[in-house]
């Protein structure tokens, strides 16, 4: 198992970012300013990282280090690209089934998406750049290792994902309660994406406007709505059920 580096400081972090390290997440001491620390910010707004401002309990607690209101997270893996993921996929011969995730924060329900990803096929994850779970040691851990063999793409905005995949004949499907239409009536077996919303808010209304179908898991107590992970392996077992 492949172990997350911590970088500290902030002209080590500028550095990294120059040498096109894969970094992950950034996170940026609250209040804190000076020539160096603008200088990171302007580069992190220019590649456009996912960067938190946090307290600086939070810095001591990521390391013990001098860590100057700056640390850095490197992904253990490498990120794929998209567009070339997607081409591959589709002249494979077999039919497409990605997993969009939008914004999903908790790195516990993300390690144990990509693990059912992988238990069922899932031919790569598209995940936002800016504001989502990071993929760090804890999304290893929850993933029982299953990161290392799935696929994962970062990009701007995941509308562009779905863009992408509507253009190269991939059918997007949301699974939000915002419909009348059942799970069990939507048929899985062409090539086709999945998106799952964050934990609190669901999927974006504006990405809503675009997919091409909406369903719902039918909910038979009072609570009314399930843990995203739990319903994320509902609709991929479904699409499994489906094409076996």
Same mark, same amino acid.
């Given at each position: 198992?492949?172990k997350? =580096? =911590?970088?500290?400081?902030?002209?080590a972090i500028?550095?990294a970012i120059k @040498?096109?390290?894969?970094i992950d997440?950034?996170f940026?001491?609250k209040?804190l300013?000076?020539?160096l620390f603008i200088e990171l910010?302007? %580069?992190?707004?220019?590649?456009? %990282?996912?960067a938190? /401002? &946090?307290? &600086?309990?939070?810095?001591?607690?990521l390391?013990?280090m001098?860590?100057?209101g700056a #640390? $850095?997270q490197? $992904?253990p893996?490498?990120f794929h690209?998209?567009?070339?993921?997607v081409?591959? &996929?589709?002249e494979s011969?077999?039919?497409? %089934?990605?997993l969009l995730?939008?914004?999903? @924060?908790?790195v516990?329900n993300?390690?144990?998406?990509?693990?059912?990803?992988? +238990?069922?096929? #899932?031919s790569?994850?598209?995940?936002?750049?800016?504001?989502?779970?990071? &993929?760090?040691?804890?999304t290893v851990k =929850? @993933?029982?290792?299953?990161?290392f063999k799935i696929?994962? +793409?970062?990009?701007?905005?995941i509308?562009?994902a779905v863009?992408?995949?509507?253009?190269s004949?991939?059918?997007?499907?949301a699974?939000?309660?915002?419909?009348e239409q059942n799970? /069990?009536?939507?048929?899985? =077996?062409q090539? +086709?994406?999945?998106?799952?919303? @964050?934990e609190?808010?669901?999927?974006?209304p504006?990405?809503l406007k #675009?997919v091409?179908e909406k369903?719902?898991l039918?909910?038979?107590?009072?609570?009314e709505?399930?843990n995203?992970?739990?319903? +994320?392996?509902a609709f991929l /077992?479904e699409? #499994?059920?489906q094409?076996l």
């Amino acid at each position: 198992m492949q172990k997350e =580096t =911590t970088i500290f400081g902030i002209r080590a972090i500028i550095e990294a970012i120059k @040498s096109g390290e894969n970094i992950d997440k950034i996170f940026l001491q609250k209040g804190l300013r000076g020539e160096l620390f603008i200088e990171l910010e302007q %580069l992190i707004n220019k590649e456009r %990282l996912n960067a938190s /401002y &946090v307290p &600086v309990e939070k810095l001591n607690r990521l390391t013990k280090m001098n860590h100057q209101g700056a #640390v $850095a997270q490197i $992904a253990p893996i490498e990120f794929h690209d998209l567009e070339e993921l997607v081409m591959s &996929v589709v002249e494979s011969g077999k039919a497409p %089934l990605f997993l969009l995730l939008d914004q999903l @924060s908790d790195v516990r329900n993300f390690g144990a998406i990509i693990r059912t990803a992988e +238990c069922t096929g #899932v031919s790569g994850i598209v995940i936002q750049k800016k504001g989502g779970a990071p &993929v760090n040691g804890d999304t290893v851990k =929850t @993933s029982a290792g299953a990161i290392f063999k799935i696929p994962i +793409c970062k990009v701007d905005h995941i509308k562009d994902a779905v863009f992408h995949m509507q253009a190269s004949g991939i059918k997007v499907i949301a699974a939000t309660e915002k419909t009348e239409q059942n799970l /069990y009536d939507i048929s899985f =077996t062409q090539p +086709c994406a999945i998106i799952m919303g @964050s934990e609190g808010k669901g999927i974006n209304p504006s990405i809503l406007k #675009v997919v091409d179908e909406k369903a719902k898991l039918p909910i038979l107590g009072e609570i009314e709505s399930l843990n995203v992970s739990v319903a +994320c392996g509902a609709f991929l /077992y479904e699409a #499994v059920r489906q094409r076996l």
